[in-house]
């Protein structure tokens, strides 16, 4: 009678931690649309093996190996001798399909835009990730630092799934969500670094975070509202010291710009010569809270982050300006960091990797208060492979 009982117990322990696990699993779409060519009137797609095309009126066409042109045009779409109605479908039997010439894994789906063609790359979100990695880090950086950015960018782009909604793809393949490279970039670094992470993302308050992230803080991160006027900042968003990122590249940057330029960016030419440019308050980071333009007609106020984006985000490499002078027709910038100093220092995770930090504690560091959980993949209202 006791076995009985015991082995009763045992089953009933077994049933409830089974049940408990799978209600703490996070499930999530496993395949994503990316948005990697837009609004073009032809392209040229390939594969080394036959693939096939189908199209919305279940047409289905094989093609050899080798390349072919599609054309679009207020018709339809065009595939040499066969007219296909959008959308269309192109599915390689090997797994890897070529676009301009440039490999990708999964399958893509044209949908029209306008006259034109959106090409989207169908995929599961570990083989995307195997083309983002590449191209936001160093393929050569500590493996605690690729492992890093393999939970920051898997956590990011599954928050941000319905960014594109509007144009019927989940996310596009540029600095707007994340840089996506596809098979041309894949390495077997960042390969293992998200084999070792998979289905690992970072939660808080029981939700996916959003783990925005930028090259170089130049030694403290800031809170988003500076950047993107939030109403209300995460607490693990909020500024925290880094330290581990001052003898990256960028660290400091100088870049002069002709005062007319600025100019024509800020307003089309419609404010006046423009006398002197000084910050207007600083963050607790030591960043821009805003700049005050003083020109030949009045005065003009702007964010310090929006300024940078409107100018030019590539010369002007962050809002940590340390001076700003005018002369003549020059306007000399110097500054420190690059890119919006919110969330993860990419430098900074860096430096910590190599100081022996393992990814984990570089993550809690830049995201405090977060958990990391892993996620399970499903098919649910998503397109299969």
């Known amino acids: 009678m006791q076995n009985k009982k015991t082995a009763l117990w045992q089953i009933i322990i077994i049933l409830f931690l089974c049940v408990n ?43 050899t190996k080798g390349n072919a042109y599609i054309t679009c045009s ?5 595939v040499g001798k066969y007219d296909l109605s959008l959308p269309v479908e192109i599915k390689p039997s090997n797994g890897v399909i070529f676009v301009n010439y440039k490999p990708y894994q999964g399958y893509l789906k044209l949908i029209k835009s306008d006259n034109k063609i959106n090409v989207i790359n ?31 960018s898997r956590t990011y782009i599954i928050a941000n799934l319905n960014r594109h909604s509007a144009q019927l793809f989940d996310i596009c393949s540029t600095t707007h969500c994340q840089v996506y490279g596809g098979l041309e970039v894949k390495a077997h670094s960042t390969d ?17 975070a ?16 500076y950047i993107w006027n939030w109403k209300y900042t995460p607490p693990y968003l909020r500024g925290v010291k880094c330290g581990y990122c001052y003898d990256a590249p960028h660290t400091k940057w100088e870049h002069v710009l002709d005062s007319n330029f600025i100019s024509e960016k800020l307003a089309g030419g419609k404010i006046g010569k423009i006398k002197k440019i000084k910050v207007k308050g600083k963050t607790s980071s ?37 001076s700003i002078k005018t002369n003549e027709d020059k306007i000399y910038f110097k500054g420190r960091g690059w890119g919006h100093k919110v969330g993860l220092c990419q430098w900074g995770a860096k430096g910590m990797a ?3 930090k393992t990814y984990k504690k ?3 560091h830049f995201y405090p208060g977060t958990k990391i959980e892993t996620v399970v993949y499903n098919n649910i209202n998503n397109e299969n492979i």
């Open 21 to 63: 696990t799978y209600a703490l699993e996070r499930s999530v779409q496993k395949n994503i649309r990316v948005g990697i060519i837009l609004d073009v009137s032809s392209f040229i797609v390939g594969s080394s093996k036959e693939f096939f095309i189908y199209d919305t009126s279940n047409k289905k066409f094989k093609l």
């Open 74 to 78: 207020s018709k339809g779409i065009h």
């Open 122 to 152: 169908v995929l599961n979100i570990e083989d995307y990730l195997k083309g983002v990695l590449p191209k936001e880090v160093s393929i050569d950086w500590e493996m605690e630092a690729l492992k890093t950015q393999a939970v920051v």
């Open 192 to 208: 293992q670094a998200i084999k070792e992470t998979k289905g690992e993302v970072l939660i808080y308050d029981d939700k996916i």
């Open 210 to 225: 959003q783990t925005v992230f930028h090259a170089n803080c130049s030694g403290h991160t800031d809170d988003p509202k």
């Open 286 to 322: 030591g960043a821009a809270k805003e700049l005050e333009i003083t020109h030949s007609d009045g005065k003009l106020t702007l964010n310090a982050y929006q300024f940078r984006l409107t100018v030019d985000a590539w010369k002007l490499k962050s809002h940590v300006f340390g």
């Open 354 to 356: 190599e100081n022996g």
């Open 362 to 364: 570089i993550l809690s």
